[in-house]
């Protein structure tokens, strides 16, 4: 019934934009600014990206600026579909505030745990992260912890699955894609483990500090 009710409430409304949630408007908003900026100013992607610690292009801020920094229209595209499907609901079950921190905890840790990974691997040439993916997956991990029997419908497959299976099966898809080193494969897949890892240790973190959420 508290999933209903939540879904109920961040679609009723006249205004398609006053239904969206400040702070994941605001989040859909910059990340399309900057992409735009991206086309038209290709070098800006090389002081925006997120380097590998070695390569001599790395700097802290990187850590935030990749996870709003996209070039390809698909990449931008599913990511700000994802935020806006499962973010304007964590944002209004949470608050602002705990919404950003964790949207935020969860980008710069996904950026943290790709960097470890290229670091163990001897990777130190530029190898360029980009894109909101991490902090995604951490929104999708704690939509699945919070409404876990909440029924998800993929792309063309008109068939429900719960969030709680749904989290797990996609997390173990890019466990696997990220051991397998596929040649051709750019895709971060740890930085994606990355974001679900840090929102599964700050949701932990919140809920021994007996804050009121709704764990299943």
């Given at each position: 019934?508290l ?10 409304g006249?205004?398609?934009y ?10 859909l ?9 991206c086309l038209l ?17 790395f ?12 070039v ?6 599913f ?30 840790g996904?950026?943290l ?9 001897g ?19 704690a939509?699945?912890?919070l ?15 719960k969030?709680?299976?749904f989290?797990?099966g996609?997390g ?13 494969d ?6 994606h483990?990355g ?10 973190l ?11």
């Amino acid at each position: 019934m508290l999933n209903k009710k939540i879904t109920m409430a961040y679609y009723q409304g006249n205004s398609f934009y006053n239904n969206i949630p400040p702070v994941t408007r605001n989040l859909l908003i910059i990340n399309v600014i900057v992409w735009l900026a991206c086309l038209l100013f290709r070098n800006l992607v090389g002081y925006l990206a997120l380097f590998n610690y070695g390569s001599g292009f790395f700097n802290i801020y990187q850590l935030v600026t990749y996870m709003f920094t996209h070039v390809d229209f698909t990449h931008i595209f599913f990511n700000m579909f994802a935020l806006f499907m499962f973010g304007g609901v964590l944002e209004n079950y949470w608050g602002q505030k705990r919404y950003l921190t964790y949207y935020m905890v969860t980008g710069i840790g996904a950026g943290l745990v790709q960097l470890l990974v290229l670091y163990l691997n001897g990777i130190f040439d530029p190898v360029p992260t980009i894109g909101a993916s991490g902090a995604i997956f951490g929104l999708l991990l704690a939509f699945g912890m919070l409404f876990p029997d909440t029924p998800l419908f993929l792309f063309f497959v008109p068939i429900p699955i719960k969030a709680k299976y749904f989290v797990i099966g996609y997390g173990l898809i890019e466990f696997f894609f990220g051991i397998s080193n596929r040649s051709g494969d750019n895709v971060a897949h740890f930085a994606h483990l990355g974001g679900m890892l840090f929102g599964l240790i700050l949701i932990l973190l919140w809920r021994r500090k007996r804050k009121t959420f709704n764990f299943r």
